[in-house]
């Protein structure tokens, strides 16, 4: 039995008939699906947060107290 590629809005209308609960587990499981680390990038953060680390501790590169950042204007 040959089975046939459903388009994204043939997915969406079968989604939208089921019930609450079962448009729910797919909601969530699509968001999961899009959270999920990506190793890569997570390198590159924390190659940049050391380099800014080092930067700081040598005195290249100056802070901003929490209060300023936080405050209210």
Sequence with gaps: MKRTKMSSKEILEQAMALKPDERFM???SLLKSLDEPDRKIDEIWAEE???RLKAY???NLEGIPMEEIFKDE
């Design 26 to 28: 797919i909601v969530e």
């Design 49 to 51: 947060a050391e380099k």
């Design 57 to 59: 501790r040598d005195g």
